[in-house]
C-alpha cells in the first residue's frame, strides 16, 4: 500500500522537523544571552525561566 507508507513518510518527516526547529530554536534563544549562559554554566533552563519571568512580569 504506497499510500501507507507515504503517510508513514509524512509522519516521520514532522516530527523530525519539529525535533530540529527546537533545537535550532533553543540554541538561537541562547545566543541572546552569551554573557549569561557563560557566568552560568549555559544552564538554558534558568536562562528561559528568566526571559519568562521578564516577559509575563
Not at 533545537?23 to 549562559?37: K, R
Amino acid at each position: 500500500m504506497p499510500q501507507l507508507d507515504l503517510i508513514w513518510f509524512f509522519y516521520h518527516f514532522v516530527m523530525a522537523w519539529a525535533v530540529f526547529s527546537v533545537v535550532v530554536y533553543s540554541s538561537l534563544s541562547q545566543s541572546y544571552f552569551p554573557v549569561l549562559g557563560f557566568i552560568q554554566g549555559s544552564d538554558i533552563k534558568q536562562i528561559w525561566e528568566w526571559r519568562l519571568w521578564n516577559y509575563y512580569f
